[in-house]
């Protein structure tokens, strides 16, 4: 079965920045759409960047000109990179893969920003 493991979420002070990295492992044949949620505690999960299978990016007004989505189809890979990164981006970060007609989820990495 298809993995998606996350990795970069930690600890940050206001207006620094933080990449998170989702890595697909098993069978894949191929990736379409990946993109990256989030959910606070006491909120909705929401969609925070997604970007096609051709490289084209999506980003609700919450993110735009803060947030970079990318990927690296050689690894299977998708990042997020956050710039000026507020208290109200706290949260755990998901990441979301299309694989051969099926939604796969990571578990989930940690962003928390505060001084």
């Known amino acids: 079965q298809v993995q998606l493991v996350e990795s970069g979420g930690g600890l940050v002070q206001p207006g620094g920045s933080l990449r998170l990295s989702c890595a697909a492992s098993?069978?894949?044949?191929?990736?379409?759409?990946m993109s990256w949620y989030r959910q606070a505690p006491g909120k909705q999960r929401e969609l925070v960047a997604s970007?096609?299978?051709?490289?084209?990016?999506n980003y609700p007004d919450s993110v735009k000109g803060r947030f970079t989505i990318s990927r690296d189809n050689a690894k299977n890979t998708v990042y997020l990179q956050m710039n000026s990164l507020k208290p109200e981006d706290t949260a755990v970060y998901y990441c979301?893969?299309?694989?051969?007609?099926?939604?796969?989820w990571g578990q989930g990495t940690q962003v928390t920003v505060s001084s």
């Open positions: 970007i096609t299978s051709g490289g084209n990016t």
């Open positions: 098993g069978s894949i044949f191929s990736i379409g759409v």
């Open positions: 979301k893969a299309i694989i051969t007609g099926r939604q796969y």
